[in-house]
């Protein structure tokens, strides 16, 4: 499934920094901007995110909501979190979604990394079948 | 990858871009695009190139010169029939 614009988006229940939650409750009457990254304690999305911090109040003022999402667990977002805030000033203000692989492929297709290692496809192979 | 999906309180999709690694986003242009997204979810408008908010925007091509006269009684700007200018609505 490839996602389109018009489509309803995937509804998920997953585990963030922020708590346990389910996509579309969480969006509830707001609007929402999912955005991903290929990895945590990557060089370009340690700007990203701090950036995204600074701008929330932004989209706050537009009564939108910001979540980000990678493959990896939300501990391991919590330690990046550390890294964001001292070298961007901001560490994120907003749930980061951890590993949505088993929650949700249409998102993770759409949002993964181009070349899984080995191990990691092997992996959503085996989850694949379990969800699918 | 590096993707950033805006959706509406009707849960659908918006927006869909699509950034290779090697390039960071422009997140001010998110912001930008929503406000483009939600000015035309409540008006019949279409935002023109590099609009921000404030300043005029295009009468959406669904309406009619008839109903485009009762809800712009002022008028518009047209160097074409098919590109209506109006302010920006309230």
Request: aromatic share 8%; proline share 8%.
């Amino acid at each position: 499934m490839t996602l389109r614009i018009g489509d309803i988006a995937p509804d998920f229940e997953v585990e963030t920094t922020e708590g346990r939650l389910r996509f579309h409750d969480w969006i509830g009457s707001s609007w929402a901007v999912l955005f991903s990254h290929p990895k945590d304690f990557t060089p370009v999305c340690t700007t990203e995110l701090g950036y995204m911090a600074k701008l929330k109040p932004e989209f706050e003022r537009r009564n939108v909501k910001v979540i980000g999402l990678s493959v990896d667990p939300v501990d391991s977002h919590a330690k990046w979190a550390a890294d964001i805030k001292e070298t961007q000033g901001h560490a994120p203000n907003y749930p980061l979604i951890g590993d949505l692989i088993s929650r949700s492929p249409s998102f993770t297709r759409c949002c993964r990394r181009k070349r899984a290692a080995p191990r990691r496809a092997a992996r959503l192979r085996t989850i694949r079948r379990c969800v699918t | 990858m590096r993707n950033v999906i805006v959706i509406g309180p009707d849960k659908k999709i918006k927006l869909i871009i699509a950034y290779p690694m090697t390039t960071g986003r422009n997140f001010d242009e998110v912001l930008r695009v929503i406000d483009s997204l939600q000015l035309t979810a409540k008006h019949r408008v279409a935002t023109p190139v590099n609009w921000k908010q404030g300043e005029d925007v295009i009468i959406a091509g669904s309406v009619s010169d008839e109903e485009a006269k009762k809800i712009y009684p002022q008028g518009w700007k047209a160097p074409r029939p098919y590109l209506r200018i109006v302010p920006q609505p309230k």
